[in-house]
């Protein structure tokens, strides 16, 4: 039995947990939000001291097989692509790590052509002995080959539902692997199975109401550390940016009620890491740094974007197959998956961190931990 079965008896049944979450959803007042916030704040102080983990992504491809409707990668969308080579991998990462990086997140479109025989586990090899950790966010996979990513130096998985709304994940998922909505509900579960001991979740925020998404994640999140307690999880709550395509949000999550949704989250999952990336405004990034636990900084969406990586190679792709681009200027660059809101460097906010009495933590622990 799976989360599936979980999730299909949500609306007639719940766990004391996602009971809780749901009357923490509820419509408050300021001075019941203020409340929420300050015990959040105290039980985040609690659970993870003053720590702030930091890490960056690296997207390795724009090529996709999925069309998704708000996701700029879209197999439809007329973009830029490109997918970098092995070298041009270890150049991108070697750019972090002189940021003071030490956890990266590889991040790739789904498409069994370009993303594929072996192409991620070539990535992970290059970089594992450089990379104290290195996380993957990528096309769902079979438990066989999660334990290949994990063999190969994966530590860390994340692997978002996008939308726990049946009818709106099939409408907005029209084409590609991705319209099936169960195996990508199970997904961290055979992530699980496959050795990782990292695993994020989220829901994309913009898709279908915000309360419905939050109570599915909940559950995930409350399933997962009842059935897979020996991994350890995190959790995001993605607001949707601008990307290719002009997808624009039907549901409004505003920061009023974004902060109740953090706040509500920490007060059921005390445990649990809460990551906030650089989709959010610097400002708002800034006021909730007393309840979250993971930042992301410097960030770029597109393959190359640190270092201007593969930028010789761009070119169309249409229905699977490479399209040469008649012409493209040196400045041209790979189509990013979204836009980001804080454009602040690694340096920046870790000074913002320490000036706020946080320590930035770029490496939290070390394979010689496990010797012998």
């Known amino acids: 039995m799976s989360f599936v079965h979980t999730f299909n008896q949500l609306p007639t049944q719940r ?28 039980l985040t102080r609690q659970n ?20 998704c409707a708000y996701c700029g990668f879209s197999r439809d969308n007329p973009i830029f692509r490109v997918t970098l080579t092995i070298d041009q991998v270890i150049k991108e990462a070697e750019h972090l790590l002189a940021k003071g990086f030490r956890h990266i997140l590889l991040v790739a479109g ?28 990528v096309g769902p996979m079979e438990q066989p080959e999660y334990e290949r990513m994990v063999r190969n130096g994966a530590e860390g998985l994340v692997v978002y539902q996008e939308t726990y709304d049946r009818p709106a994940y099939a409408e907005y998922h029209t084409l590609g692997p991705k319209r099936d909505f ?66 624009k949000p039907r549901y409004v999550l505003d920061d009023r009620t974004f ?4 706040c509500a989250f920490r007060l059921c999952f005390p445990q649990v890491g ?13 006021a909730l740094l007393p309840l979250v636990t993971t930042m992301s900084a410097g ?49 920046d906010i870790a000074a913002l961190l320490r000036q706020r009495g946080f320590d930035p933590v770029w490496k939290d622990w070390d394979t010689s931990i496990l010797a012998g």
């Open 15 to 42: 766990s004391a947990t996602v009971n809780k979450l749901a009357q923490l959803l509820e419509p408050k007042s300021p001075a019941q939000l203020e409340s929420m916030a300050q015990e959040a704040a105290k």
């Open 48 to 67: 993870f001291g003053k720590a702030m983990r930091l890490f960056a992504p690296l997207y390795l491809s724009n090529e996709c097989v999925n069309n």
């Open 110 to 137: 789904e498409h069994p052509k370009f993303v594929s025989n072996g192409y991620l586990e070539e990535c992970l090899e290059a970089l594992r002995e450089k990379v104290p950790t290195l996380a993957i966010e």
């Open 182 to 247: 169960d195996w990508r509900l199970e997904c961290p579960e055979r992530g699980y199975a496959g050795g990782f001991r990292r695993i994020g979740l989220g829901a994309l925020f913009g898709l279908a109401d915000w309360r419905s998404e939050a109570l599915g994640l909940g559950a995930h999140v409350d399933y997962m550390q009842t059935h897979c307690w020996k991994a350890s999880y995190t959790v995001a709550f993605p607001r949707l940016r601008p990307a290719a395509g002009g997808f």
């Open 259 to 262: 902060v109740q949704l953090i």
């Open 274 to 286: 809460i990551v906030m990336s650089t989709r959010e405004s610097p400002a708002l990034r800034d």
């Open 299 to 347: 960030s770029h969406t597109e393959p190359g974007g640190y270092t201007g990586q593969g930028r010789d190679d761009l070119h169309l792709t249409v229905r699977g197959r490479r399209v040469e681009l008649d012409a493209h200027t040196e400045e041209d660059e790979a189509t990013g998956q979204f836009e980001i809101s804080d454009n602040r460097s690694a340096a």
